[in-house]
């Protein structure tokens, strides 16, 4: 039977809910109604993007909006400040055990954060563990949702509560001390980030003790200080980086065998199948999660850099087609059949451009998903090292607003990454097989004089070669043309008598119909087209960026190689130390690959004007 309604791609959207346990009832049905209406509205403004909620499934608020994303049929992302039975007994009665039970049971999944580097002891609750799930919930949502009653953040007093979540996803500055005792953030968070986290939107509710405010059931930006209630809420939540991760989806959206197939052997490339039968159940398919929306991307881009390289060479092309046409029209055929292919080849590449490729993305597509993919494989690969750290966090200040929707992807996939990380012990030697003795090769080759550095070295010199034999071919060209130009001439002027008239008549008769024949014709055609095939060389090459990557390429192989050569030897078997270079390690993939975007985003293809 074919299916109906929108494709919906593999990237969630995270929907983060935090708020008050001790909620009254009259706050609870008009709160029922605005979650259900504000996730009704991100599935009618996404429609291609799995819509997932996130939050601790405490009693009150965040029971409240799971049970409704549940019977909404949405799927349920539950963090867990602490181990399930000690979480528990923080519930104030059995029917909010009860509560926790079932949305555990019917959760997508259910990931327990580590505990902190500076709390209390192992399965005692703490403040500071209820401060790393909300410090959790402001970093990974795309959007966080706060049922709350709007009374701020106010220090001692409001640790770990809601107003204090909302205040660590406005400003950083708010949770320095949280984020240095998070083993997810080792490094602290970048107070100097100035990237917007999304909308934060606070959902009027009242406590059990306190009377009703009048705001019960209205929705409020919680980044406006005027006060006035939302009436428009798809405004509100549309953003650029969401609106192009909706659009992510759609493009990634795949059906068929043929197409899940090629993911299946996408996936088991990162990590094969016989090495994930190894590692525990919650690993295994969060893992699965990860190598399957990477194999996704990268097949997607495989798709678009096809299409992208096709149109480059296609553009570069019409150049030295456009100039032999119009020579041959000038010079040799002066008929409308090669007037009309000049204006057929110009017209065509302009409009095949701006009129499909450019309207369609292509090219930046293909940039973008390669980006994601690589991202995915650093997080999938940190997971099975047992690293916790969102790679969404980990981005070089000057990309994250240039990659700001390849961030929100990626984060919408870091709770996979955190259950992987803490679903089993860390797989130093599976990650240093798999990963960086791989990468080692394909950046520099097995002994480090290879890979992709000597390729695109390689390149670089070949299309020089090419250039400089065009040029010199032209130059070649326009030599003998002159000399054939100057030879009667100067036989005219170095005769004397009989022999000068004999002379002039032959300069004359060279310079007529007959010295400027089809040969004459075709030398001035190669003249001028040997400057445009050396144009189009140079251009290609420029705009493929072959001596960037080559300088990119022996660079991070080095860095690999280096890395190989740490966790390979004594000191590899230091898990701790081992982790940290796993973790800068990922860091400067990040870095190259968010330097090979920005580089490839300033060549953008289009056709050649000039030349």
């Not at 799971?66 to 923080?90: E, K, N, S």
């Not at 019917?106 to 902190?116: E, G, S």
């Not at 919930?137 to 706060?146: C, D, E, F, P, W």
């Not at 968070?189 to 003790?209: H, I, Q």
């Amino acid at each position: 039977m074919k299916r109906t309604g929108p494709r919906i791609g593999p990237l969630p959207l995270i929907v983060g809910i935090t708020g008050h346990r001790d909620l009254s009832e009259a706050a609870r049905a008009p709160a029922e109604k605005a979650v259900r209406s504000l996730l009704t509205t991100l599935r009618a403004t996404y429609p291609h993007t799995p819509v997932h909620v996130m939050s601790g499934a405490a009693e009150g608020a965040d029971q409240l909006a799971c049970q409704v994303a549940l019977d909404m049929g949405l799927p349920v992302i539950v963090t867990l400040p602490m181990p399930l039975d000690d979480y528990a007994t923080t519930m104030s009665d059995d029917a909010a055990r009860a509560g926790l039970s079932s949305i555990v049971d019917r959760a997508v999944l259910t990931v327990t954060l580590p505990p902190p580097l500076a709390g209390a002891p192992e399965g005692v609750p703490s403040v500071t563990a209820y401060e790393q799930l909300g410090l959790y919930l402001a970093r990974i949502s795309h959007i966080l949702v706060a049922l709350w009653d709007g009374v701020p953040h106010s220090g001692e007093a409001h640790r770990g509560g809601s107003a204090h979540v909302v205040a660590m996803r406005m400003t950083p500055e708010a949770a320095p001390d949280v984020a240095v005792s998070s083993p997810l953030h080792p490094a602290g968070l970048d107070e100097l980030d100035m990237t917007d986290p999304g909308p934060t939107l606070r959902l009027g509710v009242s406590r059990a003790d306190h009377p009703n405010d009048g705001s019960l059931g209205r929705l409020f930006d919680a980044r406006e200080t005027d006060g006035a209630a939302l009436t428009d809420i798809a405004a509100t939540v549309t953003v650029d980086s969401l609106a192009r991760l909706d659009q992510a989806n759609r493009r990634l959206a795949m059906r068929g065998r043929a197409k899940t197939r090629r993911i299946d052997q996408g996936a088991a490339s990162l990590i094969p199948d016989g090495r994930m039968q190894a590692e525990p159940t919650a690993r295994r398919a969060a893992l699965d999660v990860l190598r399957r929306a990477r194999a996704t991307a990268a097949l997607g881009a495989a798709r678009y850099q096809t299409r992208t390289y096709r149109v480059h060479a296609g553009l570069v092309a019409a150049l030295p087609a456009a100039v032999l046409t119009f020579e041959v029209y000038s010079h040799l055929y002066q008929d409308i059949t090669a007037l009309s292919a000049y204006l057929a080849i110009v017209a065509g590449a302009f409009l095949f451009h701006y009129g499909v490729s450019a309207r369609l993305e292509w090219q930046a597509w293909y940039q973008d998903l390669r980006a994601l993919a690589e991202a995915l494989r650093v997080q999938a690969f940190w997971g099975l090292a047992g690293i916790p750290t969102p790679v969404s966090e980990c981005y070089l200040r000057k990309h994250r607003a240039d990659l700001a929707w390849i961030r929100d992807a990626v984060r919408g996939l870091s709770p996979w990454g955190l259950s992987a990380a803490v679903s089993g012990p860390p797989r130093v030697e599976a990650v240093t097989d798999l990963w960086v003795r791989k990468q080692a090769t394909f950046f520099g080759g097995a002994d480090g004089h290879g890979g992709a550095a000597h390729r695109e070295q390689g390149r670089t010199r070949r299309f020089d070669r090419l250039t400089t034999i065009a040029y010199l071919s032209g130059l070649g060209v326009g030599l003998a043309l002159l000399a054939w130009e100057l030879y009667p001439l100067v036989a005219a002027h170095g005769a004397d008598g009989a022999h000068a008239a004999h002379g002039a008549d032959a300069a004359d008769a060279h310079s007529g119909h007959g010295g400027h024949g089809l040969g004459f014709g075709l030398a001035v055609t190669l003249m001028g087209l040997a400057p445009a095939f050396a144009g189009a060389f140079s251009v290609y090459a420029e705009k493929r960026a072959f001596m960037d990557h080559a300088h990119q390429y022996h660079r991070m192989g080095a860095v690999f190689r280096r890395a190989l050569a740490i966790l390979t030897g004594p000191r590899g078997q230091d898990t701790d130390r081992a982790q940290r270079v796993l973790r800068e390690l990922g860091r400067e993939a990040l870095g190259e690959n968010g330097d090979w975007l920005l580089a490839h985003r300033d060549r953008p293809i289009e056709p050649i004007k000039g030349g």
